[in-house]
């Protein structure tokens, strides 16, 4: 079945520091890879997606790209901010029927300090 | 813009009680999901509906839960009898319809359960 493993946090950096989050996945066929921030108390806001190799997502300074070689979505952001810290899901779907539920990573806590 | 409603935001009962939660998808969206998060982790899927049918439902815990979308549009996922094990965030989600070009589930604020 499809699984999607992703770096345990939590992650702590400085205000501009480079963040980078790691996503590997498992999956049959060709799914969809998708970034979730999750803010405290509310629900997943969807933050990017790319859904095919070599697609880069972007969104609010952060990027991933679909890495089908190294089964790969690493979240990357050149300089964090304070109001970045939330927990990062990664995830995949595939496009049509059952198949379309998402299957989400464990997600990594992100702290950013000043 | 459009969102999932979803109520209550929170709610406690004690084990043994029986608990209801409510879903309003995006107006249009055919595909309607419901997940649950455990605290710390990823959230997993409990069932899935295209229109009024349900299409997945292999990881929801038929003895206890149940859920249901008559008319094909909001969406009401039951608990009786709530276990200590069942305190979660409840999220519900919607997509348009699982077509090529439509990839992206939205999800409500989720409905955050205490079981006591």
């Known amino acids: 079945g499809n699984s999607v493993t992703q770096m345990e946090g939590p992650v702590t950096l400085s205000e501009e520091a480079f963040l980078t989050i790691n996503c590997t996945y498992t999956a049959t066929g060709y799914p969809s890879l998708f970034w979730y921030v999750q803010y405290p108390g509310e629900g997943l806001q969807l933050l990017l997606k790319?859904?095919?190799?070599?697609d880069k997502g972007s969104n609010k300074g952060f990027e991933a790209t679909y890495r089908k070689e190294t089964t790969s979505f690493h979240l990357e952001k050149g300089s964090v901010q304070v109001s970045d810290s939330a927990v990062y899901f990664c995830?995949?779907?595939?496009?049509?029927?059952?198949?379309?539920?998402?299957?989400f990573g464990t997600g990594t806590r992100l702290q950013v300090m000043l | 813009e459009a969102e999932v409603a979803q109520s209550p935001r929170y709610k406690i009962t004690e084990k043994s009680q029986a608990v209801a939660f409510w879903c309003d998808p995006i107006?249009?969206?055919?595909?309607l999901y419901w997940y649950r998060q455990i605290l710390g982790q990823g959230p997993e899927l409990l069932v899935q509906?295209?229109?009024?049918?349900?299409?997945?439902d292999s990881q929801l815990p038929k003895d206890r839960f149940s859920a249901e979308r008559l008319k094909g549009v909001d969406s009401t996922l039951k608990i009786q009898p709530a276990e200590l094990g069942d305190s979660a965030m409840y999220l519900c989600?919607?997509?348009?319809?699982?077509?090529?070009?439509?990839?992206?589930?939205?999800f409500g604020p989720g409905t955050r359960l205490t079981v006591t």
């Open positions: 989600a919607s997509r348009k319809q699982p077509g090529l070009a439509t990839y992206e589930q939205y």
């Open positions: 509906f295209q229109d009024e049918s349900v299409v997945d």
């Open positions: 107006s249009g969206h055919a595909t």
């Open positions: 995830a995949l779907s595939g496009n049509t029927g059952t198949a379309s539920k998402l299957t």
């Open positions: 790319a859904t095919k190799a070599d």
